[in-house]
């Protein structure tokens, strides 16, 4: 069932272009009554706050006149921001219409009353209006309607009794104009926001002005001022220009959906398509995107892409085909290859025959956020999550809540690290005269921490930087797998504080680690900034793996003893690493050789022989005498070619 709102727009406009007639047969003057039609024309056309303007100083002259009265709440409810004044102008439309006959059109005008109830946070008198309706209606009409904003209303008022306890910030002027602006996206410190527009662009062609009244969508950045957590202030947004290359005037517009932990890659959405921009190293400045290949983009309508922290996870909205209605959420997974695999709908759990838009991916968590009118919620677009639990699969979507959540549009919830606040898009109550549109809000969430988490910041120096792999392993089990910036050489992850963590960084041959030990006051929400871990630096040299399947050279450049032994036996192979402490038996941990894929596998073998007999021999030894009983014997330039097809690396346990 669509949103309700959806249905008054569309029979707004046929009522409104009727009442024209009747206008006709008032006491307007031929000028007023122009000024009438102009105001219809408007409104045809979605045009509602220009509408508005023409129509409020009818009413002041005219306050009887029920079809400018109806044709304001009409104005007013599609335009959302003034609950009240919807529902001052319909109840005063049907004060000054009492004998008129319960028709489709009287029907529609209460319909559009009861929204305008649901909008103001009355959903008890809704429901009760709704009865008066479903009694009027004998013949069924909108019955369907009424079932559905009768759920609606339910909804709302067992969350509006169970209100999330949180502090709301509207972000201030600084970034929120008399125009729409939505779709915030934060860097990880949240020290920089960027976010959509439709104000006009200074350097743009004010002229070029959108039916809706509004001018084209454009990114916007403000950089947070003063203390972060105590109702501070954004610098005035600048626009962010010449993002995505060929656009003139009207041709398309741009909004801007992630932004990579380093804030050194940004995904974009234009017509449809997603892109990524990249911000020049030296300059800073941002260069022009590209265009996502497929499958990520298709011939159908993509218009948001999140990117997880690692890089691995790309999850989009779309409409392509082999979802469940409308808009659904997708996730694209990064190949070995460096290429994005065919996009996997999230399923019923999450999708709906609605629409589902703007994802966000809690990796600490394992929490996905989005937005959705196909759920249960308060009206409109409410925000939701689904955690994503062992086996990968997303569990029942929740409802984030009263008063994050309201009966008018919700969207674009970005929450920060540790979960304490979030940012997200929303029409609220506006003060009478200020145009309605979307507004940005800061939430902080007054609640017992849990789960604080900390981010681990370094600087990462090699020759090749799009080669360098870089490992986060809590208790030997690899937790993330992530990349530094390839124009910086930044490295960001984030990790749960108070815990123990091994990072480590890989390329070719060469392997770099570091034991980083957080405290619970390390996390993120206390130190507002990343902790600095030391930087890994990897020293130009010869490559000298995988070289005719010969030489190979361990992290201290080194000959590995036995290297001319072709034989070797295989012990185990792991989802993790291997702690020395932890091998068993009477091994020599120094004839121990790890083998790291990129896919996360980790190979263990023992030992180099000159003849097969020689490995058969230790491998029944193995067997016997230690846990390892399925260890076999294999040629190690079988074994060495095996690895340089999985793009492995190669290591002595020192």
Known sequence: MPSYLKYVACIATTLALASSASAQNSNLTKTELATFNEAIELAERTNNRAAI?????????HPDNADIAYNLGICYINASGNPDSTLYFLKRAEELTPDAPWDEQRITNNLATARALQLCALPDEALMLYDVIDQKDTAGLFSEITQYERQVSKTAKIL?????????????????????????VLTTNEDTMFFTSRRPKKTADKHIIFDDGQFEEGVYMSVRKGDKWNGSTWSEAEAVEGLIPGRRGRNGQETATAISPDGNAM???QDG??????RDSLSGKWLPAAPMPYPVNSDFYEDWAYITPDGEELYISSDRPGGFGGKDIWLCRLLPNGKWGTPVNLGPAVNTEEDEDAPFFHAPTNVLYFSSTGHNGMGGYDIFYAPRNANGQFEASQNIGYPINSADDDLYFSPSVDRDRGYYASIRWSQEGKAPSYDIYEVEFEQPEQNTMAILASKITASNLADVRVFTVKDGEIIAIGRPSPNTGRFVTIVAAGEEYDIVATLDTDTLRQHVSTLKSQSYHLLQQPVA?????????????????????????????GDDL???????SLRKILDPKLIRGNLEKDKITEYRYNDGWFVYSYGSY???????????????TTPYSDAFARNKKQYEKFTKERSGIRNTRQ
């Open 160 to 184: 509006m009794s169970n209100p999330v306890h949180l502090t709301m910030r509207h972000a201030g002027n600084g970034i929120n104009s008399e125009w729409n602006d939505y779709r915030p």
């Open 533 to 561: 871990i030391e930087d890994f630096v990897f020293e130009d040299k010869p490559n000298e793996a995988f070289v005719n399947n010969e030489s190979l050279t361990a992290n201290t450049g080194s000959t590995i003893d």
């Open 53 to 61: 303007a023409l129509l409020r100083p009818l009413y002041e002259r």
């Open 267 to 269: 995904y974009l959405c």
């Open 610 to 624: 000159k003849t097969f007999s020689q490995a058969l021999k230790a491998q029944k030894q193995i067997r016997k």
């Open 273 to 278: 398509n997603i892109y990524v921009s990249h």
């Open 566 to 572: 072709p034989y070797t036996v295989q012990i185990m």
